[in-house]
């Protein structure tokens, strides 16, 4: 018998002294790389090491980093799991044309293109909520600015990296040891910049694709899990003016599942964890591609467990879906049952009827409870801290009632 494994999805509120920090940081002349002092670097690993402690307290059994090596210079920023990797890869450069300000793409069936975020459809259904200044959905303050390639890419984080580990591993040892995991960009998702260098959209991809090659390897060398955010699976459905038959929909999005198979080649698969989700902004989602149309093409990327939304309101009826597709062997699940998206704490019983659902078709052994999406930069910190201890404690409630061990083993 063994436990119901608890996690989340990467990101956790940072500290105020981190964001100060971090807003305190002077660009580099690139205009996207924050620079980094001894000052800093030594807030950075006490914070770490704090939140693996608090991780663990709560009842977090895989913890991570909080993403605290991914800068936030404000306490709402919905783009620092993504914006990071500007900071560690050469050809990129601040041009002004970026997903906000590009112009509106229209695709066709059979030529499917990304359109830019003011026209996606949920947007623009919504364009009266969104746009309104009294009840803002998308407030947020990225760290950085959104570059475009402007040149080959390289990937130059090597010691951003290592430091992201070595905090991590430093907060492990000193908290018990346990498993651990850090999040990292997928090449689908970083392919969303303006391209001004290479040949075609794919080309685009594949490159990103060996650049963060890098990144995961070095995380998984280290004994770590890398969790792979790639919410452009899904999410992209909306960016796509009209919207596409869910055929055309499955071929523009097989290369990013090529592209990422390529980069974790050869990695242990039991150390990789792909999250997927529709995108972490507070709106209706209306718009949103069922889990049903994309769940076989999802399970092909050679993951060992997979992270998806399953608390949102507009995806938890999806649970369903398990009782149709068969997990792979050796495959395990992450379901988010707290949601980032609602100030509201779920109960530790909704929790654990969450935790269940899918316990009884897959196994509880299979099931790691998670959130979402990431909590940092969306809600405040201490409702984010009461949402994991509800998220603790409904786990430890399933078990009791599935009958298996609440020990760690």
């Not at 500007?86 to 069936?109: K, M, N």
């Not at 997990?327 to 609602?342: E, Q, S």
């Not at 990431?374 to 404690?393: D, T, Y």
Request: glycine share 8%; with cysteine; net charge negative.
């Amino acid at each position: 018998m063994t436990r119901i494994d608890v996690s989340h999805a990467g990101s956790l509120p940072r500290t105020p002294e981190l964001i100060a920090a971090n807003a305190a940081r002077p660009l580099a002349a690139d205009g996207l790389t924050l620079e980094r002092g001894p000052q800093f670097e030594s807030l950075l690993t006490a914070a770490v090491a704090d939140l693996v402690r608090r991780q663990r307290d709560l009842g977090i059994t895989i913890v991570g980093d909080g993403e605290y090596g991914k800068a936030m210079s404000s306490s709402q920023d919905y783009a620092a799991w993504w914006s990071y990797v500007f900071q560690r890869v050469e050809g990129l450069e601040v041009t002004g044309e970026d997903i906000f300000t590009e112009p509106a793409q229209r695709s066709a069936p059979g030529d499917i293109r990304l359109t830019s975020f003011p026209d996606r459809r949920d947007w623009v259904r919504f364009a009266d909520a969104y746009l309104d200044p009294e009840h803002p959905l998308l407030e947020s303050s990225p760290a950085t600015a959104f570059p475009a390639t402007t040149g080959a890419l390289r990937y130059t984080g090597q010691q951003a990296i290592a430091t992201d580990i070595a905090n991590l591993k430093a907060g492990l040892d000193a908290s018990g040891g346990g498993q651990g995991f850090l999040t990292a960009l997928s090449p689908g998702s970083a392919s969303r910049i303006a391209n001004r260098h290479y040949a075609s959209e794919e080309e685009h991809i594949w490159a990103w694709a060996e650049v963060l090659r890098e990144e995961y390897r070095a995380i998984v060398d280290a004994g770590l899990i890398v969790q792979i955010d790639d919410p452009s699976l899904a999410e992209n459905f909306d960016q796509i003016n009209p919207e596409p038959s869910i055929a055309d929909y499955l071929d523009f999005t097989r290369i990013r599942v090529e592209a990422l198979n390529h980069a974790i080649r050869g990695l242990p698969e039991e150390q990789v964890r792909l999250h997927l989700c529709w995108g972490s902004w507070h709106g209706p989602h209306t718009t949103d591609i069922a889990l049903a149309d994309i769940v076989d093409l999802v399970l092909e990327v050679n993951a060992g467990s997979y992270s998806f939304e399953a608390a949102n309101a507009r995806h938890e009826h999806e649970w369903r879906v398990w009782e149709q597709v068969e997990l792979p062997d050796g495959k395990r699940i992450a379901p988010g049952v707290i949601g980032h998206a609602t100030n509201v704490v779920e109960h530790p019983e909704l929790v654990a009827d969450r935790i269940e659902r899918f316990a009884r078709i897959v196994g509880p052994e299979r099931v790691i409870a998670s959130t979402d999406c990431g909590l940092g930069g969306r809600i405040h910190p201490s409702i984010a801290v009461a949402k994991l201890e509800a998220l603790g404690q409904g786990a430890r409630l399933a078990e009791q009632r599935l009958g298996v061990a609440a020990s760690i083993v």
